[in-house]
């Protein structure tokens, strides 16, 4: 599927357990390009090879490889096709906030400077599709107050926040798709 947009890298957020995995994987089965959550994949890594950049081990690495691998994952981001983006920057900043974490001034500034498109779509808290696992060991309070940080912080940042509506992971698809 083609979609023409001004800014073609667009941010799913929200807290843990929302559905955002299922909508990039319901994209990419669209035809469009798509860029995996990075904290996932840094868990999955440390844990692999003992490191411990975990966020119940030692969150202030996790949280510098996180901001890192997106900074990464922008740059690398392509050709101008439209690509979905499993959190962004300011997820990390948000979650620094959540922790009482560092932010450095690089950090802020980056964050200004790399831009996505204006409208973000975030899944709010939805109790019966929570769940927990081995990389998520999140509660559903704490998934509240994180949905709660990442729409805080895309509005710090000019963002338009758009909440995805509670229903199939098609239905909500085609509204992002339509808010685009």
């Known amino acids: 599927m083609s979609l023409e947009i ?6 799913l957020t929200g807290g843990p357990g929302g559905g955002k995995t299922s909508l990039i994987e319901a994209l990419r089965k669209r035809g469009f390009d798509c860029v995996d959550e990075v904290g996932r994949a840094i868990i999955q890594q440390e844990v692999e090879t003992g490191g411990d950049a975990l966020p119940w081990a030692n969150k202030e690495r996790f949280k510098q490889k996180m901001f890192d691998a997106q900074l990464k994952a922008y ?47 975030i899944t ?53 798709l339509n808010q685009l």
């Open 6 to 11: 001004a800014h073609p890298c667009v941010i």
């Open 124 to 176: 709010p808290p939805w109790e019966e599709i929570y769940s927990q696992d081995e990389e998520r060991k999140q509660d559903f309070a704490e998934a509240v107050r994180t949905y709660e940080h990442m729409a805080d912080i895309y509005r710090e940042y000019g963002y338009t926040v758009v909440d995805l509506p509670k229903n199939s992971v098609e239905e909500r698809v085609e509204f992002i």
């Open 75 to 121: 740059e690398e981001r392509g050709d101008g096709k439209v690509v979905f983006f499993d959190r962004g920057l300011l997820d990390t900043l948000a979650y620094a906030k959540l922790e009482g974490l560092t932010i450095t001034d690089e950090m802020v500034q980056m964050a200004k400077e790399v831009r996505f498109h204006h409208k973000v779509f």
